[in-house]
């Protein structure tokens, strides 16, 4: 079945500091890449989606690129921010099957 | 930007006894999704629902779990009997042609089954 490996469960950074936080995945069929943010008690909320492979997608700061030759697709900020500071998913959808896998998720702290 | 809402916010029952989460999609999304993420852990697929019917259905969706939306109205989780092991944060997310469109998800609803 698919899986999404998120190796990372706890990253803390100063802010300013540049944010990477790692995601792989294993599907045997086609895919769509998602990372989804969750601030304390809220709802998960879409970061950024992806589909295309070597191709960066970019919102609010944050990148990724999806690099289906190494099934990766890592979140990235060049300069961390306090408000960053939240849980983590990567997700993988796969296209066959129509389910959505999350990875174990990323605590990310920044402090000052 | 679009908004799903669950009610209650938090549910406190009787193992035994049955709940119903409630969740009012966005008005115009046609897939609608329960997941489930008990305290600490991560987030984890339930179930998923098109066209009045289960598409896909994870090992956690238990023969005590049923989904339904009638009419158009709120897309409901109920689980009857409830057991010690459904005390859990419930979502519920809506996306418009599938899980490859972005996923909205709904502010949770909390449950406690003492």
């Known amino acids: 079945g698919d899986s999404v490996t998120q190796t990372e469960g706890l990253v803390t950074l100063t802010e300013g500091l540049p944010v990477m936080l790692n995601c792989t995945y294993q599907?045997?069929?086609?895919?769509?890449l998602f990372w989804y943010v969750q601030h304390l008690n809220e709802a998960p909320k879409l970061l950024l989606k992806s589909s295309t492979d070597n191709k960066r997608t970019e919102h609010q700061g944050f990148h990724a690129t999806l690099h289906k030759s190494s099934s990766s697709f890592h979140l990235q900020k060049s300069s961390a921010q306090l408000s960053d500071s939240a849980l983590y998913y990567c997700a993988l959808y796969n296209t066959n099957t129509g389910k959505l896998t999350f990875g174990d998720g990323t605590v990310l702290t920044v402090k000052p | 930007g679009p908004k799903v809402l669950q009610i209650p916010s938090h549910q406190i029952i009787d193992m035994g006894q049955m709940v119903t989460l409630n969740c009012d999609p966005v008005?115009?999304?046609?897939?609608f999704y329960w997941y489930k993420q008990i305290l600490g852990q991560q987030m984890e697929f339930l179930v998923n629902?098109?066209?009045?019917?289960?598409?896909?259905k994870s090992k956690l969706f238990k023969d005590q779990f049923s989904v339904e939306r009638p009419d158009g109205s709120y897309f409901t989780l109920k689980i009857q009997p409830t057991a010690l092991e459904d005390s859990a944060v419930y979502f519920c997310?809506?996306?418009?042609?599938?899980?490859?469109?972005?996923?909205?998800f709904g502010p949770g609803t909390r449950l406690l089954v003492l």
């Open positions: 599907t045997a069929y086609s895919t769509f």
């Open positions: 008005s115009n999304h046609l897939y």
């Open positions: 629902f098109y066209n009045g019917k289960v598409m896909e």
């Open positions: 997310a809506s996306s418009l042609r599938g899980a490859q469109d972005t996923q909205y």
